[in-house]
């Protein structure tokens, strides 16, 4: 029988063309995951939740080479300041577990933006809602899939 997530099942529902891959069921570093699926680790994007000193929370999706820049997402986001969440309320707020949280089918609304580098792709990967699970498509296609903005959130990358 075929795995079928929430946000898989979004997408079928909105006729909406995308991939699995499944990589194993093990938490993995998103360059092993990219490494793993043999895809160019530019292209895989890891899902981030933050919240702000008023309880407001934004999710942001990054490239897994890179980190997420606290300062530039806050400003994206009109919020002075940001923090990570801790780990142990990741699955309360999203309905997802660490290393399996998709920026689709979350558990309370969030408003979500994804690093401007995103655009330089045809194709992208993020958690498809499960430990070892992807999901790519079209970056032409995530306006259908869920409200975002597309914003420099990313740290430069260290060489």
């Known amino acids: 029988m075929e795995l079928k997530t929430n946000p898989m099942r979004h997408l079928d529902r909105l006729g909406i063309a995308y991939s699995t891959h499944h990589y194993g069921d093990e938490a993995l570093s998103g360059i092993d995951v990219a490494n793993t699926m043999g895809e160019d680790p530019e292209t895989v ?63 309370r609304p969030m408003r ?7 655009q330089a792709h045809e194709r992208v990967y993020f958690s498809a809602g499960k430990v070892g699970y992807q999901i790519e498509m079209a970056v032409a296609d995530l306006g259908k899939a869920m409200e975002f903005q597309f914003a420099d959130v990313r740290k430069p990358v260290q060489e």
């Open 45 to 107: 994007f890891k899902t981030l939740v933050t919240e702000s000193k008023d309880r407001k929370y934004y999710v942001f999706m990054v490239p897994v080479t890179g980190e997420l820049d606290l300062k530039k997402a806050a400003a994206s986001v009109g919020e002075k300041s940001l923090s990570m969440i801790p780990s142990k309320n990741l699955l309360g707020l999203t309905g997802y577990v660490h290393g399996g949280c998709s920026p689709l089918c979350l558990k």
């Open 112 to 118: 979500v933006t994804v690093d401007s580098t995103c």
